[in-house]
């Protein structure tokens, strides 16, 4: 069973900047792809980034060029480095795991065999 906690949300203002950590309790942490969501209260959830286990990212279109992800296997931890946020930014962030054997496109849910707990991040206007 794979665990990821993540951090580092909360509250901003607008144009500003947080980094989101992902922490894995997994000793094979660096075969997983990995991946970021976030859902607003009633909407779907959505996909922001993603990295494969070789460095390959991958981002949404509303957030590229403003997010970078990327990933530390020594601390088996994957980062959501968010800059110029905005309030359509707000949301819940979730952290995922796709395991070597995991098939689909990354930007879908069903790709991922494991969820963080989620981390709120608030942009004010």
């Known amino acids: 069973q794979v665990q990821l906690v993540e951090s580092g949300g909360g509250l901003v203002q607008a144009g500003g900047s947080l980094r989101l950590s992902c922490a894995a309790s997994v000793r094979t942490f660096s075969s997983f792809t990995m991946g970021w969501f976030r859902q607003v209260p009633g909407n779907e959830r959505e996909f922001v980034a993603s990295i494969s286990w070789s460095g390959n990212t991958y981002y949404a279109d509303s957030v590229k060029g403003r997010f970078t992800i990327s990933r530390d296997n020594a601390k088996n931890t994957v980062y959501l480095q968010m800059n110029s946020l905005k309030p359509e930014d707000t949301a819940v962030y979730y952290c995922?795991?796709?395991?070597?054997?995991?098939?689909?496109?990354?930007?879908?849910?069903?790709?991922?065999?494991?969820w963080g707990q989620g981390t709120q991040v608030t942009v004010s206007s």
């Open positions: 995922a795991a796709a395991g070597i054997g995991s098939r689909g496109e990354v930007e879908y849910e069903s790709r991922y065999d494991y």
